[in-house]
Structures are given as structure tokens and as C-alpha cells.
């Protein structure tokens, strides 16, 4: 499957990201969304990473799903979630599936 790269903005916090592209001759308009989560706010006492990232991913918005997760530091995580519709959009369009 094709990727789109999504840079993190240069401002801290939640960062809503329109994308019109045309697959196939479809216009179609993507949603994405980047939200640095800081671990000192991670809402479960645990040293595990992963487990963090597990109780964050559990607890988001329900019409967005994972896209990327990016480099942690060592105060937060860059993650990118794309909207759930628009990703069965695209992977209908780019299989030929309507």
C-alpha cells in the first residue's frame, strides 16, 4: 500500500491535518490528527512504555485510528491517527472496491 508522510507541526499540541488527493481520478479529502502525548501524564503508574502507549491508544476517540507512531523523546510520544472513514475510503479506492 502507498503512504503518505505527515510531518509533525512545529506547534505543541493536538494538530488537525486536511489532505485532498485524487487516487485513481477520485478526489478524495484526508483527515489526520498529531497529538504529542507526554509520558508524565500517561494516566497508569507503570516504568513499560509500551503499556502507556497501549492504555493511550485504548482510551482515544473511537472514529480515529492508529496511522504512525513517531520518535519518542524523553518527555513525549508523536502519534498520528487518521479518521476510520477516510482509511476504508482509500484502501476501497487503491483495491478498485466500491
Not at 472514529?63 to 502519534?79: K, Q, S
Amino acid at each position: 500500500m502507498a503512504h503518505i508522510a505527515i510531518p509533525i507541526p512545529t506547534q505543541l499540541g493536538k494538530q488537525d491535518i486536511e489532505i485532498e488527493v485524487t487516487i485513481n481520478g477520485q478526489k478524495q479529502a484526508l483527515h489526520y490528527r498529531v497529538e504529542l502525548f507526554y509520558w508524565e501524564d500517561c494516566g497508569i503508574p507503570t516504568v513499560d512504555r509500551a503499556d502507556c502507549l497501549r492504555h493511550i491508544l485504548s482510551k482515544y476517540d473511537q472514529d480515529w485510528t492508529l496511522y504512525y507512531i513517531g520518535a519518542p523523546t524523553d518527555e513525549f510520544v508523536p502519534i498520528t491517527f487518521v479518521k476510520k472513514e477516510d482509511l476504508i475510503k482509500q484502501r476501497q479506492i487503491l483495491t478498485g472496491a466500491n
